[in-house]
């Protein structure tokens, strides 16, 4: 009896390993979710549709894009950070819900960045820029700061303690002037507001405000890439001004926390996979951003390194502005 007893346990276990190989290469069996922090139509919206439509060809099974809009993204976050590990439910990052909600809100926040994810890889970085009226006098971004250092001038943002405020708070330190913030709900009501004169500046993501530049409607004065940006040559970064701010919009891939390896890395291949399709890269190149293949571990890196940037800017007066 004990000789079938410990072949009966060796088969069983043995049959466990084989089960768990074949659900592994199986993956993925069913529809995965991608959930997306904007509503439908939105920049975010659009890199996210662009990367499930891609990966679904080369994975054989279709990545489906769940709005869940609200609080600059944390909702979605947080939704994905609480869903089952298994590969299903995605989350599109970016540096807002990532980097400065978890620099701003640090343990106030519902989820914890890195911890309650799993990187599966970058996808792109979009410029950000200071852009002003074209009617503005400023014409480059030392004129802009020069003038700010003779009388008061204003600048709008997206919200207090969001990505826009931070960043253009870097911008100040660096240049040594003051510039008073004037948050708005949304970017439209900050450009209409600038080319009436209103507000003299906004600092946001620079691609959803191409059409504008070129319609001769905004004027982008400088960006924060390390270098200039190929679709637009003419811009100068904040580093060749004499500025010392090197920031931009990123958009990423992750899965919640304990998600299997393999799984992990079978996304993070077929999203190498998605960002090397030259239909990918045209659509993301075509206002500015820039495809970045950064997988798993270098892009937990990446968001760290990018956390770090934001704590650096909170001075105890910012928090206090933010915390109001």
């Known amino acids: ?47 996210g549709r662009l990367i499930a439509q891609e990966m679904s060809k080369s994975l054989g099974q279709t990545v489906v894009v769940e709005n869940r809009a609200g609080a600059g993204g944390n909702i979605a976050a947080d939704v994905v950070a609480k869903s089952r590990p298994d590969g299903y439910t995605l989350l599109l ?48 971004i030392q004129e802009l700061l020069t003038a700010a250092k003779s009388k008061p001038m204003t600048y709008a943002s997206t919200g207090t303690g969001g990505a826009g405020h931070l960043d253009m708070e870097m911008v100040k330190q660096a240049a040594k002037v003051e510039l008073l913030h004037v948050p708005y709900r949304g970017s439209g009501p900050a450009i209409t507001d600038m080319m009436g004169g209103s507000v003299d500046s906004f600092l946001t993501t620079a691609s959803p405000l191409i059409g504008q530049v070129r319609q001769k409607q905004l004027r982008l004065l400088a960006i924060g890439s390390p270098k200039r940006n190929p679709a637009l040559p003419e811009v100068p970064t904040f580093l060749e001004s004499g500025v010392n701010v090197e920031v931009e919009q990123w958009y990423g891939l992750v899965a919640p926390a304990r998600t299997p390896p393999d799984v992990i890395k079978t996304l993070s291949r077929h999203l190498s996979m998605a960002l090397a399709a030259p239909n990918v890269q045209s ?30 800017v909170l001075t105890p007066q910012l928090l206090k502005e933010i915390n109001q």
């Open 1 to 47: 009896m004990p000789t079938i007893k410990k072949f009966r346990f060796g088969t069983f276990f043995a049959a466990c390993i084989m089960v768990t190989g074949a659900a592994l290469a199986a993956y993925p069996e069913q529809p995965i979710k991608l959930v997306v922090g904007f509503p439908p139509g939105g920049g975010g919206d659009l890199y």
């Open 93 to 140: 990052a970016m540096s807002g819900n990532f980097a400065v909600a978890q620099a701003v809100r640090g343990t106030s926040l519902s989820y914890k960045v890195p911890q309650d994810f799993e990187p599966v890889g970058l996808i792109l970085e979009s410029p950000i820029g200071v852009f002003v009226a074209h009617s503005s006098p400023h014409k480059t």
């Open 283 to 312: 659509v993301i190149r075509k206002d500015g951003a820039v495809e970045r293949d950064v997988p798993t571990t270098e892009f937990k890196d990446y968001i760290l390194k990018d956390i770090e940037r934001y704590k650096s």
